[in-house]
């Protein structure tokens, strides 16, 4: 293949991206996780540099201004972002790349890099996903129905993905992405390289 | 999934289209075979309306003309042609169809249903392709050499498909056309009746 494939897992918060990209990288140990940047305060058991970066506004606002994130947002009051700089030498070295994002940013990233793989989690229903951010016990109500409200809206985003995957059952969702991406390794606009090797030989 | 995925393996005579459709059989055995109509004579062991419909040209040209094929093609002297009936029954019935066809017929069933999963097989390399067409050892010279020329030719449409699959190994190949489907079934455009399902619940 001529390069890296970038996997961008998106979706509605409470959708199971998280444990899903999880699962993917036990699956697929070659595959590289982008780190993003974030100045969100680390929950409990996340580390600096493997769970995100953790900086402050306004360092992280200088990198905006540097041109230098593949895609951020500011997301119930805190900024996320994926560093292109990282994600471009990955690829190019021919690494795959797994990017774990909310929609706003995949949408910025589809932008910005159209040749990604780009994959919506789908909750199986509304209601499922209310009980899985519930669950997490990180939110308060008023964040939690404010969150439901915006999945809701969310699900319209789908369509701009180029997969959607229903993750009724992570080990089968899993699976499904694996599938998906060892199928676009094969896609025709992928190889340009292939045929003119064939045609030498 | 709304309906079935119509797969359409192609690519050069000698390639290994057909082999690889069997190995696709066993591995998939749910999946169907669009059974083509002919006017060649059938080559030992192949059984009518297994291998082919073997019927004179005259009936041919009579179904062209009753706009009865997905696609039809003259090669080398011979008709063939893919029934549209069986094949629409099929897919609204939610089977998966396999289409093992020539470059030609690919690129029409393309312009006729672009919903299709259009795969295009390459062979390891132009000397190789002869080998095999050789070892095959029903085809004179001339008919070799006149292959060999379109064979060249026709790499060029390989990008005219969704994919390209190197087929340096029969298993290897057979399961990337695997993960091809999987992922297929998994297309955001294949999958609208799901949002609407996710939120009714």
Do not use: W
């Not at 990209?21 to 036990?26: E, G, H, R, T, V």
């Not at 995100?52 to 306004?58: L, P, S, T, V």
Request: aromatic content about 10%; hydrophobic content about 35%.
């Amino acid at each position: 293949m001529d390069e890296g494939l970038l996997v961008v897992i998106s979706g509605p918060s409470g959708a199971g991206k998280g444990t899903i990209c999880k699962q993917l990288l036990m699956k697929m140990g070659y595959m590289k996780v982008s780190v993003s940047a974030t100045t969100r305060k680390p929950r409990q058991g996340e580390t600096e540099g493997i769970s995100y970066y953790f900086i402050d506004e306004e360092e992280f606002i200088n990198r905006i201004n540097n041109g230098e994130f593949l895609e951020y947002a500011k997301v119930y009051g805190n900024y996320y972002g994926t560093p292109k700089e990282e994600v471009f030498k990955q690829l190019k070295a021919g690494n795959d790349i797994i990017l774990e994002i909310d929609i706003q940013g995949a949408l910025q990233v589809k932008k910005n890099y159209p040749k990604g793989v780009f994959i919506f989690i789908l909750p199986p229903s509304l209601t499922e996903l209310k009980y899985r951010i519930e669950g997490r016990g990180t939110d308060s109500k008023e964040v939690i129905f404010r969150r439901m409200e915006c999945a809701y809206d969310e699900l319209n985003y789908a369509f701009e993905y180029d997969y959607v995957v229903l993750n009724d059952h992570v080990e089968k969702a899993t699976e499904k992405i694996k599938h998906i991406i060892l199928a676009e390794k094969n896609r025709a606009i992928r190889n340009k390289a292939i045929i003119s090797k064939i045609r030498e030989k």
